[in-house]
């Protein structure tokens, strides 16, 4: 099945086309994995929105409950939860037409990567995106 992360032409146009980023699991505690990634992404010029719905604002902006929350669509559902998540949120996903579900390092659950895939969706499972931005040397300002 294909998972993009082998795929490095793939993973390139996605991370280049994409401008927004929903970030589910999204903590606002600083020293947490997905708040420094979420930080990374938003420095170099991704939109990004906080999916956690126990939390409401990280850093005075607001954190949403579902992704069917967020103010635009996100062309990338990055995943920091435990597989036994990723089935819901692959659901939520194919719902508000999101373009790609990335699951972080350790994510991968078959049946909800085949779900995302039967719906049309990319998929990247156990990678790190902000990993693969740097080592694919992605540079969004070209692309803008």
Request: charged share 25%.
């Amino acid at each position: 099945m294909p998972n993009l992360k082998e795929d490095e032409n793939a993973l390139r146009e996605v991370l280049t086309q994409a401008r927004i980023i929903a970030v589910v699991g999204h903590s606002d505690k600083r020293d947490r994995t997905s708040y420094q990634i979420a930080q990374f992404l938003r420095q170099v010029g991704y939109t990004v929105y906080p999916v956690n719905p126990l939390v409401k604002e990280i850093d005075g902006k607001p954190s949403y409950a579902a992704l069917e929350q967020l103010p635009e669509p996100a062309d990338i559902v990055n995943v920091f939860r435990r597989c036994e998540y990723l089935a819901e949120i692959v659901d939520e996903a194919i719902a508000v037409n999101a373009k790609t579900v990335w699951a972080q390092l350790g994510i991968w659950h078959q049946p909800s990567a085949q779900k995302a895939l039967n719906a049309g969706l990319n998929v990247v499972m156990d990678a790190c995106i902000k990993i693969e931005y740097l080592r694919l040397q992605v540079d969004l300002a070209r692309y803008t």
